[in-house]
């Protein structure tokens, strides 16, 4: 079971990847064109959110599960010490959790921001949450830890 979440959480990582690319570009449009906001775009902002939460809920579901999580919290003090395993227990999962948690709690306050420009609100905290995110995505390149791309 532990191998088909695997699978899943790392191709719908791709969903989530687009997913803030397109809100971010769908963000900038509306704040260059001084889009007042309304509860529509509330409603989108919603539906993007729940793209991001089910990827979470799918991570911590692996992080209850895994192998790697257990070797970690099994020696803690060498899993310290293993880039890896370091990253896979502690960095990767309160990173991702600090993101999901300002993407929830910037879509549940930008509702207060429905009839002004709320685009503008959203706009800076939104690259600061990407930035977040694709620092802690395991990607093939990534100096912390070596993870195919594709599963």
Do not use: C
Request: cysteine-free; glycine content about 4%; aromatic content about 24%.
């Amino acid at each position: 079971m532990y191998y088909y979440f695997l699978i899943f959480h790392s191709y719908f990582r791709w969903v989530v990847v687009l997913a803030l690319f397109f809100q971010l570009s769908w963000i900038f449009y509306h704040y260059n064109k001084q889009t007042i906001f309304l509860a529509k775009h509330h409603k989108t902002l919603t539906y993007f959110t729940l793209i991001y939460n089910i990827q979470f809920l799918l991570g911590w579901t692996l992080y209850l599960n895994s192998p790697i999580i257990t070797a970690f919290w099994n020696d803690v003090s060498l899993g310290l010490k293993n880039r890896p395993l370091r990253f896979f227990g502690i960095e990767h999962m309160i990173m991702m959790t600090f993101a999901i948690g300002l993407i929830n709690t910037y879509t549940h306050s930008v509702k207060r921001k429905i009839g002004s420009n709320g685009f503008s609100y959203l706009l800076k905290r939104y690259i600061l949450i990407i930035l977040i995110v694709f620092s802690s995505i395991p990607w093939s390149f990534s100096p912390f830890t070596n993870r195919p791309n594709w599963r």
